[in-house]
């Protein structure tokens, strides 16, 4: 039963995958018919009607977005490895060392059972983010190096993986240890804000610059929102407590300095009021308008990336729609043979970067003097005349 689960399962995410590209494809376009379509209005790339797209999900021609994302993950290949490298990096600093200098602490100084399982778990979460991301890098590195592989958007999906898996660790991991750091430094309300944020959020920074589409990101900051501002706080009833620490914690203060509204209630409430503002909204504004940030910026660089991959598309199928007219006008020019042989000679030359601008190649002197010398124009018109040449353009020509 195991032996076919796998298979099974492969097939089965096969169809889904078949199932959603084919509900979301609503479009066949094609960039030369649009440019054969503009030709004929009398206008240029300009008038050239763009690909629909949806909101979010990209162009509405699934194989073109299949073309945008491949084109994409070739564009960032240096920003995706510097992304993983740096997020590898963060872990290694703001996990691993921290916990490894816990656990020398505690082992050197502490009592012989104060070193429990959770330094060890600790070193296990910390192991296993490292281990997302270097298995992220190494395929990474792997699949842009290997030129048989013509499906590079695989590495974005790669990296949207271990960012996922990274969140799932995230999660866990607060989940189990929010009341822990909540109680470290004396229940300081503000303190497992902090601690969260640079101890588990700090990779996240590497997002900023990389160039993934902006709804591989929006999935990933949905899923962690919804962990950080939700179900850790309800399922360790955080809520709770930091009432009690913050109703504590007011008083103490209101006794500290001595305030005359200390013995009035309303000033007490007053007081609770603004230090819960600060426990429970300014820590998760920043750290959401952070990730609204990176939100925001991911959607602006992914329609400035679609503008220029379209762009280059409408480039190219010019340059395919000139070299056409080209080549038929040498077909109509010469015999196919000949044709084709001074076809294959400037393809050979510009793969060589020998051949000059291809508008310029059949008005140059010294190119078509080139076409002149060859021996097969003379063997194919052996009773070509001077008089014919005139009659037709060819002095003209050359």
Request: charged residues 20%; glycine residues 6%; hydrophobic residues 45%.
């Amino acid at each position: 039963a195991r032996a076919t689960r796998g298979p099974v399962t492969m097939v089965l995410v096969s169809l889904i995958t078949w199932a959603a590209r084919k509900s979301l494809h609503k479009q066949d376009y094609s960039f030369d018919e649009q440019l054969e379509e503009a030709s004929a209005k009398g206008g240029g790339l300009l008038e050239l009607t763009r690909p629909q797209q949806y909101l979010v999900l990209g162009f509405k021609d699934r194989n073109l977005e299949a073309r945008f994302l491949d084109d994409l993950a070739r564009v960032s290949q240096p920003r995706t490895i510097l992304g993983l490298t740096m997020a590898l990096l963060m872990v290694v600093v703001g996990r691993l060392m921290q916990d490894g200098t816990l656990y020398v602490i505690q082992k050197r100084f502490g009592e012989d059972d104060s070193l429990d399982w959770d330094y060890e778990y600790y070193f296990i979460t910390s192991a296993l983010a490292i281990l997302v991301f270097g298995l992220g890098l190494v395929a990474t590195l792997v699949i842009m190096k290997r030129e048989s592989f013509q499906q590079k958007r695989v590495v974005l999906a790669i990296v949207e993986a271990s960012f996922f898996l990274y969140t799932v660790i995230v999660s866990v991991d607060v989940c189990l240890n929010i009341s822990e750091w909540n109680s470290y430094e004396d229940n300081k309300p503000l303190y497992w804000w902090l601690f969260m944020s640079f101890y588990e959020l700090f990779p996240y920074t590497c997002l900023f610059f990389q160039n993934l589409p902006g709804y591989q990101i929006a999935g990933n900051m949905f899923l962690l929102g919804l962990i950080v501002y939700v179900i850790a706080p309800l399922n360790n009833d955080i809520i709770g407590d930091q009432k009690d620490v913050v109703q504590q914690r007011c008083r103490g203060e209101l006794v500290l300095y001595k305030d005359p509204l200390n013995s009035d209630p309303e000033g007490e409430q007053l007081c609770m009021t603004l230090l819960e503002f600060e426990q429970w909204i300014w820590p998760p504004l920043i750290v959401g308008l952070a990730g609204f940030a990176l939100l925001i910026v991911s959607f602006i660089i992914e329609q400035a990336n679609r503008r220029a991959f379209f762009t280059k598309c409408c480039l190219d199928a010019l340059n395919r729609k000139q070299r056409k007219d080209q080549e038929d006008l040498l077909y109509s020019i010469f015999p196919k043979d000949v044709a084709r042989q001074l076809i294959e000679k400037q393809s050979s030359e510009k793969k060589e970067g020998t051949a000059k601008d291809e508008s310029k190649s059949f008005n140059s002197s010294s190119t078509s003097i080139t076409l002149f010398r060859q021996k097969t124009v003379a063997r194919m018109h052996q009773n070509v005349t001077i008089l014919f040449t005139d009659t037709v353009g060819f002095t003209a020509m050359s």
